[in-house]
C-alpha cells in the first residue's frame, strides 16, 4: 500500500472513531447479476441477468467517489461476464483507479481468464477441496487453477463462504492460498442465510470449531486475509449491523452495507467477516486496529 494512501485511510479512521461518523469509505458497484453459474449458497444470481450499461457504472463511480469512498469492489454475478460500449471490466478498473479510488478490487468466479493485473486484489470464489467446491459450484475447480496459472500477476486472493458443505474444507483453502502461485491469501466469510439458503448455515458451535481452524492456520503462517480479533465476535454475532462505512450500488439505488439490509432479520445472522471488522475498527476497538493495520500493509 502506498503511504499517502495508509495516511488517507488513517485520517479517516481517526476522524471515524473519534467523532462517531458514518461517512462511506468501502463501496461496491454490482456490475449484474448474469452468471454462468448456479451455486448452491447463492440466491442473488440471474434474477434478472440485466448487464448494467457503462454510462450508468462511470455515474455510480463518480457518485460513490464524491461520498468519499476509496476503496472500491466491482462484483456481480459474474463480473467478467460484464461488456457495454466496448468496455470490459478491465476498463472499469483502470477508470476507477484514474478517477481516484486508491484501492480497486474485483470479485469473480474464477471461472473466466484473469486478465486484470491493474487489480489491487481480485477477490476469486473457492468453496474447499476439490470434492466440495465442485459440489457447490459445478464442475469448475481444475478450469479455476488453470486460469489461476495463467494468471498475469500475483493479485489474487481466494474468497470462501463457509457452509454446511464445506466446513470440513477450511484447512484445505488455507493450504491452497499458501501453496498456489499467484495467490496473495484467502479471505473467510460465514454463510450469511439468505431465504432459501436458511440450511446451509452453521451453528455457533460449528462458527467456533471454523475459526479455531483458521486461526491455528494463520499460526503455522498461512496467508488469511482476516482479523484474528474479530472471531468471538463472529460466532456469536455481537457486532454492530450495517456498517454505515460501506455501501453498495446496484441498479441506480444506493443501500448501506449491502444487498441483504432489507432482508427481515437478516443483518442479526450476518456472516461477513469484513463487515464484523470494519464495524469494530470504527468502534475504535485497540486489537481490531492493530491487526489490521498488519493485515492490510502485508497483503495489499
Known amino acids: 500500500m502506498k503511504v499517502s494512501s495508509f495516511l488517507y485511510f488513517a485520517r479517516f479512521g481517526l476522524r ?52 468519499g469512498v476509496r476503496i472500491l469492489f466491482f462484483c456481480g454475478g459474474e ?12 476498463d472499469l478498473v483502470i ?22 493485473p491493474e487489480a489491487d486484489l481480485i477477490l476469486l470464489s473457492l468453496d474447499g477441496d476439490r470434492e466440495r467446491h465442485n459440489a457447490i459450484r459445478g464442475d469448475t475447480y481444475d478450469l479455476i487453477f488453470d486460469n489461476i496459472r495463467h494468471a498475469p500477476a500475483d493479485n489474487i486472493c481466494f474468497y470462501m463462504a463457509i457452509n454446511q458443505i464445506n466446513k470440513d474444507a477450511v484447512r484445505d483453502v488455507c493450504v491452497a492460498a499458501r501453496d498456489t502461485e499467484h495467490v496473495r491469501a484467502v479471505s473467510f466469510n460465514f454463510h450469511t ?21 483458521i486461526a491455528g492456520m494463520m499460526d503455522e503462517g498461512a496467508p488469511v ?14 457486532f454492530p449491523t450495517p456498517c454505515h462505512q460501506c455501501v453498495v450500488m446496484e441498479g441506480g439505488k ?24 470494519y464495524t469494530l475498527l ?12 498488519r493485515t492490510y500493509l502485508k497483503y495489499i
Request: charged share 20%; aromatic share 10%; glycine share 8%.
Open 95 to 116: 477508470e476507477a483507479k484514474g478517477m481516484g479510488f486508491l484501492i480497486v478490487n474485483a470479485v469473480t468466479n474464477g471461472t473466466f481468464p484473469l486478465d486484470l
Open 79 to 90: 463480473t467478467f461476464l460484464w461488456a457495454d460500449s466496448g468496455k470490459c471490466l478491465r
Open 193 to 213: 442465510p439468505y431465504p432459501d439458503t436458511e440450511d446451509l448455515a452453521l451453528s455457533a458451535e460449528e462458527k467456533e470449531a471454523c475459526c479455531r481452524t
Open 282 to 293: 470504527f468502534r475504535g476497538k485497540p486489537r481490531i486496529i492493530a491487526e489490521m493495520l
Open 225 to 238: 486475509f482476516n482479523l484474528k480479533s474479530a472471531f468471538p465476535y463472529l460466532v456469536h454475532n455481537r
Open 16 to 67: 471515524t472513531v473519534l467523532f462517531r461518523r458514518k461517512e462511506p469509505i468501502l463501496g461496491t458497484i454490482i456490475l449484474t447479476d448474469k452468471c454462468n453459474l448456479r451455486c448452491k449458497h447463492c440466491s442473488v444470481n440471474n434474477i434478472t441477468a440485466v448487464i448494467h450499461p457503462y454510462r450508468q457504472i462511470q455515474a455510480e463511480m463518480r457518485q460513490l467517489y464524491g461520498m
Open 254 to 277: 444506493l443501500s448501506t452495507c449491502g444487498r441483504c439490509v432489507e432482508v427481515p432479520g437478516l443483518c442479526g445472522r450476518c456472516g461477513y467477516f469484513f463487515v464484523a471488522e
